[in-house]
């Protein structure tokens, strides 16, 4: 019962959170929130249709990229330029679905890696659009954008409309269909479902939603790095999804929490963060293999062994 309230909870939190006016935390949240919108578009295609991908940073970057040269180059409105960086991502995912889904398993997770890599070389070697190496700096925000404050709470809109819309379609018949792929695809198959078709539209969804969290890191860090398109950030979001748990919506968003917490707090520790981190999540994935987003239920269990 008390589990229905904890988004509410929480969405008070965030929204209370400027008040006691440390620009750190407001920063943190922010960039959780990112990644957790990241994950969660991930999430279609590894927890609902069982795509495995490694290559999902590409339509991070490209959102990213495309929307900040809409907004600084281009001059494009902020409103105009978030849908449009939804849009490119969504355009090159309807690309690379196409050639990536004629294969299954392995292969498909390889030649999604093979365009990520793609992208990242484009974003290096186009100095005269990305900035390379030196990255794509000094985006101009909206005047209004300007106060940190205003750009927290334009971001928290930002993200609590896209999980919203993606919690309804995931909910949704289509998101039914995806499940149905995953679980049973031989009855899929037998019913006459166009698997491939909705495999395709699953992909240019997460596309589209990670071309917007690109976005709203853009916006975020008022920069784009080459860094967003490199495997490693594949491999990152990733481990969110399978950490949280990929069975449950909001499996992801407890992976990004823990995650980047981890990242954060053990970086300020120690030099040695990456080995520490390793070990928790090795321990955490042998621990709980189903995500910490099962805990709960693991625990109740116990319990009912017991008594």
């Known amino acids: 019962m008390i589990m229905r309230y904890v988004p ?3 969405l008070l939190i965030l929204l209370l959170l400027p008040l ?3 620009r750190y935390w407001m920063d943190f949240v922010t960039e959780v929130m990112i990644y957790s919108l990241f ?3 991930l999430n279609v295609l590894v927890g609902y249709t069982n795509d495995l991908s490694f290559g999902h940073a590409a339509f991070f970057a ?8 809409l907004l600084n180059d281009m001059h494009w409105p902020i409103f105009a330029a978030l849908p449009a960086s939804m849009a490119l991502a969504g355009g090159f995912a309807l690309l690379v679905g196409a050639v990536c889904l004629r294969l299954s398993d392995i292969y498909f997770a390889i030649l999604t890696l093979a365009f990520s890599m793609l992208v990242w070389s484009l974003a290096v070697k186009w100095v005269w659009l990305t900035g390379g190496d030196d990255g794509y700096v000094g985006i101009v925000l909206p ?4 106060n940190p404050q205003a750009l927290y709470y334009f971001l928290l809109l930002t993200f609590v409309a896209a999980v919203t819309l993606l919690w309804r379609v995931m909910h949704s018949p289509f998101g039914q269909s995806l499940q149905a792929i995953r679980d049973n695809p031989l009855r899929v198959r037998f019913l006459a479902i ?23 890191l853009a916006l975020q860090q008022r920069a784009m790095f080459t860094e967003s398109a490199f495997w490693t950030q594949s491999g990152q979001v990733l481990i969110m999804v399978l950490l949280g748990g990929r069975s449950r919506f909001w499996g992801p968003v407890f992976g ?15 030099g040695y963060w990456q ?10 994935v042998l621990v709980v293999p189903e995500g910490l987003i099962g805990v709960p239920q693991r625990i109740k269990a116990l319990g009912q062994r017991h008594a």
């Open 20 to 22: 006691g006016g440390v």
């Open 194 to 216: 166009p698997r491939t078709a909705l495999r395709l539209a699953a992909f240019v969804l997460a596309g589209s939603f990670a071309g917007l969290a690109g976005m709203m």
């Open 256 to 270: 990004a929490c823990v995650l980047y917490g981890l990242e954060v707090t053990l970086g300020q520790w120690t």
């Open 8 to 10: 509410l909870i929480v």
């Open 39 to 41: 994950a969660l578009s």
């Open 143 to 146: 005047r209004w954008l300007q």
């Open 62 to 69: 490209v959102g990213g990229y495309g929307g900040a040269i």
């Open 275 to 284: 080995v520490v981190l390793g070990g928790i999540l090795l321990l955490l």
